[in-house]
């Protein structure tokens, strides 16, 4: 079990991104134990990706990334799996209903290690390698593009009546 970690109040909306990028994977995980029809599962995921994950990788990469230097290996890492997760999406988004199962595993595990990268290493070490003014200006970089966005969705696929 991982101790809770301390984060810069600067991070915590990109955090609070995180968490639901984990009920995301959970949903998926769900749905496909429940043997939901994968389209149903997709058409979710792409609304989800397209409403939140999009925005929240665009984010990152312009306002968060940055802060680093460009051969930071923690930086380029998340670079590298921002785009490896968007190329399994758009598999996902364009491809056949007889494989997406397991691109929708695939897709739920690269978010998840993503997500607990980023959480326990890449803000673990900006937190660690960028000054108090620099935090405090990322802190605000973050607040101009951030937004918080209701989910708007019917079909609760991942709850066991649905």
Known sequence: ???PLKRHK???PLSRDHHFGLLLVWKIRQGLSFKVNLLRIRDY???YVDQHISPHFLLEEAAVFPFL???DPLRQQAEAQH???RSTFEGIRGGEPEAMSQSLEEFAGSLEAHIRFEER???EHMQAVLSPEKLTKLG???AESHRLSDEIWEDEFWKKDN
């Open 69 to 71: 230097e460009a051969k």
């Open 121 to 123: 290493s890449l803000f």
């Open 83 to 85: 785009e490896a997760i």
């Open 45 to 47: 995921l792409v609304y």
């Open 1 to 3: 079990m991982h101790r």
């Open 10 to 12: 600067a991070l915590v």
């Open 140 to 142: 605000e970089k973050i």
